[in-house]
């Protein structure tokens, strides 16, 4: 069959919108039709050259939200017409990295999904017989993909396609930080840098959970008024910092008898080493938790010294959230729809397939928080 997709035919230039052939489902596969996707900017990481995993041409998009229109021999977990979330975190459940419970990070198509290919070592997608990759096990820039069926999270039939895509990335990483990974408690302090489409909803799940201080840090002042609108208690700009931010930070945490400082929990949103850097050393002496969320390009690297992990400081990083897609997703949609977590206002931008390098301008503007492309 053939699907419209914006195809990256190379790094750094714009996305093309063009007619792909496309495979039908093979065993144990399933074919979705993306009624909407999210621009993520791991999309724009991955289309600017910065991923060391980057392939060219390939069909990007990794946040979307469809239909199965269509399925493979041997799949018995959706069925045609359910309403499913692709998954770039597939959780099959049987994987060694599935059974034991320490993880999320699903290991059984990893090294295929890596590769642009689906599990069998091909593409579905192909110009003219020559394959075209397919992205992060998900490619939702095309109206039709197909995905192994452990690669879609089943939801309810009545959420939103143009809102709920965003669970697909953006909100279950941002809230599941903070509930999975960090595991936030009530009376916290914590830190957000970078108030994007991931750190509003890191600030969203800190609210949730009940966090007292939620101090957001960004170069762009138009973000205070939107980290305020979803629990951001503090405001900091880095530029009009005079001197060092962390001592900045430090002093802004000071709470109790010995007035040490430094927050419980920090988060990076941005990808930037440097913040990174920032966010481990501004959380609190014996116990801070750093979270790294962002994704920095090849050859990046983050550094301290060890002191600040002797004395109790801790780094982590999340993918997904740390969230099971299949179990997880789900649930986040009843969230959603139960409004205990928001996801509509962030979604400033919606586009059609043609306007989606429009999409990423607004992203390198800071105009957008989330665009959604709604075919
Ligand atoms: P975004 O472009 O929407 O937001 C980034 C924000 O960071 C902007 O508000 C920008 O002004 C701010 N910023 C940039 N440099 C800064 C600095 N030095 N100090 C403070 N603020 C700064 O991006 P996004 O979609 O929110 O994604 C954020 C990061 O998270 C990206 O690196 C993305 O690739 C990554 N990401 C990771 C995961 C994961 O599973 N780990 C999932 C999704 C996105
Ligand atoms: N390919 C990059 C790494 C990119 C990365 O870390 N991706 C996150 C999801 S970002 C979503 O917006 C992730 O899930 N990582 C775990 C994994 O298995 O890829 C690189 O640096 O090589
Ligand atoms: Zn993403």
Known sequence: MKTRAAVAFEKGKPLEIVDVDLEGPKDGEVLVEVKATGICHTDEFTLSGADPEGLFPAILGHEGAGVVVDVGPGVSSVAKGDHVIPLYTPECRSCPSCLSRKTNLCTSIRATQGQGLMPDGTSRFSIDGKPIHHYMGCSTFSNFTVLPEIAVAKVRKDAPFDKICYIGCGVT????????????EPGATAVVFGLGGIGLNVIQGLKLVGADMIIGVDLNNSKKAWGERFGMTHFVNPKEVGGDLVAH?????KRGADQIGGADYTFDCTGNVEVMRTALECSHRGWGQSIIIGVAGAGQEIKTRPFQLVTGRVWKGTAFGGARGRTDVPRIVDWYMDGKIQIDPMITHTLPLADINKGFDLMHAGESIRSVVVF
């Not at 930070?249 to 945490?253: A, I």
Request: proline fraction near 0%; hydrophobic fraction near 55%.
């Open 249 to 253: 930070l430090v002093n802004m945490t």
């Open 173 to 184: 990483t941002g809230v599941g930080a903070v509930i999975n990974t960090a595991k936030v």
